[in-house]
């Protein structure tokens, strides 16, 4: 019983990770029907970016580490990554809007080889530590309930990410741009007779995605303390899954995409095999896919009319 | 060579009949290793043919029937680790294992890819890269791993069976696999295996031409298309489907054993994702659906990090990041693939009138 409750309570905390960088993937395909394979990597610039950050102002410049600060770096570090996405997006996919779904895939693929092997450059290609000094920034404080140890950084992750959702789900439901977001993702010629700047509209969605993806980083780097320059592929492709599971296109999809997919690890973890956990998490996507082709939560559409 | 000198020979060179230039070619790839004499170029001219193989053997999936194949490497990685445990085991020859390998990839490929075929684009990209992963993980967890089995009731008798067995052998593969040999003759040096490889890759372009203007062919492209007016013509959509799913996964097949009898130790990293994706950007950036076009994306995709290496002397570490960058600049600035297909090209002409005139 204290091993399910604590598999489930890991499992919802790998799952609120998975669900961040997913809305990324979904909110790019729900509007450009493009799968963006460099947002992992945009994932684990996060991470490296809010390394660098806080090295940078509680080691160098000596500023007492406190939860108001990390929040402070936290805001950075998603305003930096947003930026390189829009810089992405620019660069990688804009060109090839009109030449179909292919090559913008294969220049994703080169944009994440690029991003990579950039941070393998900059930071080394061994892992890097998030330093002890943070250990202080939120207190190493661990519950005991029914058994299952939940500590106080598990929390602090868990409510975070379902801010951050919250925050998207209002925004895209509830306030003009956001309506105009979802008007894009229809339909983009209707959407831009209706007045609605496509194109700003894409930037927004490579401002938002990556945004929480990166924030999606950083907290990753927090919890486990270690960060690789391939984190971007693990991740990216849980992510993926994740979107996929819940309906692609399809925001409170990722969201339940990426908790189901962080269950069914942590429960294949803790009562099948941890080899295998990947294989699993596959096998239940083929399986849901099998019986509902769209996903979760994906629409059924008319093949063609 | 002057420069004057050098526009004489391109001027020479373009009144020669094109018979001509083809004879030229063909007598340079065959002598080859001849004029190179360097080992080190020859295996990545041989690494460039099996490439080639993979690259012609996903076109097929991708570029003629449209579907969304990211998970290749799991039907190369059936086909290698047939050869390499009937090879290393039984003593078989590598050669006889050639159509063991090819079909137990084709049934492979119709086994998993039937339930799926009906999933459309991209769904079915994530569920071909989640088989992919799904063959990886198997191989390196190996049988023994699977002992949680014995916990189900009724299943307490696989645990001895289990415990221990060796199959694939985990992360560190299978070695000792048996060198191809024909008539006597084996082959051992790397440009033995040039001849070999060139031979099969010369075989599958011209199989891989003839199966473009066969009626199966244009029933792929049909598909591809579109798929509802293939059905209103009487296509079996499915049974063509997955075809093109048993034909590519029987080459790519035959690319694992060729692979295996010649570096004769294979692991499951070599066929990871990163495996499938140079295969899918190969197709892509060559021109998706075009024979030349899959040899020069392997060019691309196999041999241009190779040249980088030799001429990024002391900026090594700048490699793969110059790497990543040309693939964004060439799908950019060639959407189209580098030696695109006809039909492909006009299509996106098409596209691009179309945007054209709003």
Known sequence: MGQLVQQLINGLTIGSFYALIALGYTMVYGVLKLINFAHGDLFMLGAYLGLVTLMGVVVNLGAPASLLLLLLIFLIVMALVAGIGIVLERVAYRPLYQAGRLPSIVSALGASIFLQNGVMLLYGARYRTYPEEFKVIVPDVIWEIGGARVALIQLLMLVIAALLMAGLYFFVQYTRVGTAMRAVALDHDTASLMGIDVYRIIMLVFLIGPALGGAGGMMVGLYYGRIYFTLGWSYGLKAFTAAILGGIGNIPGAMIGGLILGLIEALATGFVSDAWKNAIAFFVLVLILIFKPRGLLGERVAEKL | MGESSLKDLIGRLRKLDERYLYSILAALVVLFPWIVRSVRWIQVVNFFFVYALLGLSLNIILGYAGLFQLGHAAFYAVGAYTTAILSSRYDIPTFWLLPVAGLLSAVFAILISRPIL???????????????????????NDASSLVFL?????????????TGLVITGGPNGIFGINRPAILGFTFRQQWHYYYLFLAFVVFTVFAMRRLENSRLGRAWTCVREDELAAETMGIDTVRVKLLAFAI???????????????????????????????????????????????????????????????????????????FGAAMVIMMVFRPEGLWPSQRFRRQLELAKEAVGSE
């Open chain 2, 118 to 140: 009906h999933l459309r684009g991209d769904y079915l990209c994530i569920v071909t890269i989640g088989f992919g992963e799904i063959v990886r993980i198997a191989l390196r």
């Open chain 2, 248 to 322: 590519g996964a029987a080459w790519a097949g035959v690319a694992g054993n060729l692979y295996a009898s010649w570096v004769t130790v294979i692991a499951p990293e070599s066929f990871s994702f990163w495996e499938s994706v140079i295969m899918f950007c190969i197709v892509v950036l060559g021109g998706t659906g075009s024979i030349p076009g899959v040899l020069v994306g392997t060019v691309g995709m196999v041999v241009l990090p190779e040249i980088l290496r030799e001429v990024l002397l002391n900026i090594q570490q700048w490699r793969m990041l110059l």
């Open chain 2, 150 to 162: 014995s916990k189900i009731p009724g299943l307490q008798f696989l645990e001895e069976k289990l």
